[in-house]
């Protein structure tokens, strides 16, 4: 009779083990990795929201000058007439601060040198492999500037030092047939070839343009 009831009473533990607890066991280990999965990306969480918190703080302290030099450097529109206007300033500071402009009123058509035949259009991508295309607009900026070498060279070291990101694909020069020339500084036309950039945000919001 005890041999019995200990056989029955084993096969009630066997019974309750694989029907309840057994279940139960793996109901608690899959809870146990729910909760361990959900500690990690609360984890995550916290650390994504404190470098939000720490970007924001950065962005804030930049100043309202400082911030429009950033889109001077790199804008979020091609800006065609900007562009043209702004390299026509840098011409003209430079001829005013070297005195040169008496020299081009007696030896070029106008009297004035300026930003001649400009042409602006929008590239392909950008080469450099570092930079997601999807996001960085690259545009071609062709003109031509008539100058003495001395003053060219002047001119492109403004270019250079300017805020806006520029790269120079080609120069091209020809001489300047005019009478009137100083044969010991002589006139020409450079035909410049150079490629600027800009972010592919629209212009209400962060969003990128796709």
Same mark, same amino acid.
């Given at each position: 009779?005890? =041999?019995?009831? +200990?056989?029955?009473?084993?096969?009630?533990?066997?019974?309750?083990?694989?029907?309840?607890?057994?279940?139960?066991?793996?109901?608690?280990?899959? +809870?146990?990795?729910?909760?361990?999965?959900?500690?990690? *990306?609360?984890?995550?969480?916290?650390?994504?929201? *404190? /470098?939000?918190?720490?970007?924001? *703080?950065?962005?804030? =302290?930049?100043?309202? !000058?400082?911030?429009?030099?950033?889109?001077?450097?790199?804008?979020?529109?091609?800006?065609?007439?900007? %562009?043209?206007?702004?390299?026509?300033?840098?011409? @003209?500071?430079?001829?005013?601060?070297?005195?040169? $402009?008496?020299?081009?009123?007696? #030896?070029?058509?106008?009297?004035?040198?300026?930003?001649?035949?400009?042409?602006?259009? @929008?590239?392909?991508?950008? *080469?450099?492999?570092?930079?997601?295309? +999807?996001?960085?607009?690259?545009?071609?900026? &062709?003109?031509?500037?008539?100058? #003495?070498? $001395?003053?060219?060279?002047?001119? %492109? /070291? /403004?270019?250079?030092?300017? !805020? /806006?990101?520029?790269?120079?694909?080609?120069?091209?020069? +020809?001489?300047?047939?005019?009478? &009137? @020339?100083?044969?010991?500084?002589?006139?020409?036309?450079?035909?410049? $070839? %150079?490629?600027?950039?800009?972010?592919?945000?629209? &212009?209400?919001?962060?969003?990128?343009?796709?």
């Amino acid at each position: 009779m005890k =041999s019995i009831i +200990s056989i029955i009473l084993v096969l009630a533990a066997a019974l309750l083990f694989f029907f309840f607890t057994k279940p139960k066991l793996a109901e608690l280990r899959a +809870s146990q990795l729910e909760v361990s999965q959900l500690d990690i *990306a609360e984890n995550a969480a916290k650390k994504l929201e *404190a /470098r939000i918190v720490n970007l924001q *703080a950065i962005y804030n =302290s930049i100043s309202a !000058t400082d911030n429009a030099k950033i889109l001077t450097m790199l804008p979020n529109s091609v800006e065609n007439v900007k %562009l043209i206007i702004d390299f026509d300033k840098i011409l @003209q500071a430079m001829v005013e601060e070297r005195g040169t $402009g008496p020299l081009y009123a007696r #030896t070029i058509a106008g009297g004035k040198v300026s930003i001649e035949n400009p042409k602006v259009s @929008q590239a392909g991508t950008v *080469a450099d492999g570092n930079f997601d295309a +999807s996001k960085l607009g690259v545009v071609t900026f &062709n003109f031509a500037v008539t100058l #003495t070498y $001395g003053d060219f060279l002047e001119f %492109l /070291r /403004r270019i250079e030092h300017s !805020t /806006r990101i520029l790269d120079v694909d080609s120069i091209s020069f +020809s001489a300047v047939p005019v009478g &009137n @020339q100083n044969t010991n500084d002589p006139i020409y036309t450079f035909d410049v $070839g %150079l490629k600027t950039y800009w972010l592919k945000y629209t &212009n209400d919001s962060n969003t990128i343009i796709n």
